[in-house]
C-alpha cells in the first residue's frame, strides 16, 4: 500500500464583479477496492453551499451555489489517500477473450455499447495507424494488442502541454504529430473502439515523482474492459498501463464528460484562470 497527498488549486481571476452559477468539481478520488480516501477537504471562496451526489458512472460530484457578485473564485481540494493496486500486471483474462480477435458476450454488450459507439468520423491516418498496429486475421493475445497500441503512440507522438479546453480529433493528433494527455487518451480510445473495444476516458492525477514531464497538472488516460480482468486502465502518455501512480477522479465515455471543474458566470467575458497541482507521497 502506498499513501498519497493531493493539493488541487484553482483560481479564476474576473474582468470585473460576476454572479457566478452553480460551478460542478470532480476532484474527489474514485474509491473501490484498490483506492480508500483516509481524508479530504474541499475549499471554496466566496462561501458556497455545497451538495454531493454521484453520477451515472459513479463519479463523485460536488455542485457549488453561490450568492453575491465576485471577482476572483477560489477552488481547493486537499485529500490524502491510500492505493493498493501496486502490481497492474496482476490480473486474468477470460479464456474466450484471451486471444484477438474476440467478441463480447451478449449481455456484457448490453452494458458496455455506449462504450463502443465511435465518438468521430474514422479518417484514412486512423486507419493507416491501426494498421500498423494490428495486421488483418493476425492472431495476437489481446492484452498484446492493446499493450502495442499504447506503446505506437507512446513512441510516435510528442507530448504536448495545451491550456487549450476541449480534445483533439484523432485525425488531428496524427496529423498535427502532438497533443496533450487527453489527446493522447482520445486517440486511444477511437483506435481501440475501431478494433471492437470497449472504452472509456478516465481524468484524474498521477504521481510522477522526478519526472517533470507533466508538472501542475491533472492527468487523463483511457480504459478498456477486457472480459475476466474489467476496466482496465492504458496511458498512452508514458506508454504504460496505470497502476498505482494513477488516481482517477471521473471516467465517462466521452472526454468532454469530465471536466475537473465546470460552471458558468453572468457578467462581462473575460477571465483568466490559473491551476497548480501538487501529488506527492505521504508519510
Partial sequence: MKRFKIIHKTRYDFISPVLLLPHTFRLRPREGHE?????????????????WHRDVEGNSIATASFKGKTQTLNIESEVFIQKYDLDPHDFLVSDYAI???????????????????????????????????????????????LNNLNKYIFKNYTYKRREEE????????????????????????????C???????????????????????????????????????????????????HIATAV???PELVPPISGSFFGHTGSSMTVNVWVTEAD
Fill in 252 to 254: 465517462a465515455r466521452r
Fill in 166 to 193: 476541449g480534445v483533439q480529433s484523432a485525425e488531428g493528433t496524427i496529423s498535427v504529430g502532438s497533443g496533450s494527455c487527453r489527446d493522447f487518451a482520445g486517440l486511444f480510445m477511437v483506435a481501440a473502439q
Fill in 35 to 51: 483506492l480508500r480516501i483516509e481524508a479530504s477537504k474541499l475549499k471554496v471562496d466566496p462561501t458556497a453551499t455545497l451538495r
Fill in 195 to 245: 478494433l471492437g473495444f470497449a472504452t472509456r476516458f478516465v481524468s484524474g492525477y498521477i504521481f510522477s515523482g522526478q519526472n517533470l514531464k507533466l508538472p501542475g497538472s491533472t492527468h487523463a488516460w483511457a480504459e478498456v474492459f477486457i472480459p475476466g480482468a474489467g476496466w482496465k486502465g492504458f496511458d498512452p502518455t508514458f506508454g504504460s498501463i496505470a497502476g498505482v501512480e
Fill in 99 to 145: 486471444d484477438y480477435p474476440f467478441s463480447y458476450r451478449d449481455e456484457d454488450k448490453i452494458s458496455l455499447a455506449p462504450y463502443l459507439m465511435f465518438s468521430e468520423n474514422l479518417g484514412p491516418n486512423l486507419m493507416a495507424m491501426i494498421n500498423e498496429v494490428w495486421k488483418y486475421n493476425e492472431k495476437i493475445q489481446t492484452f498484446s494488442l
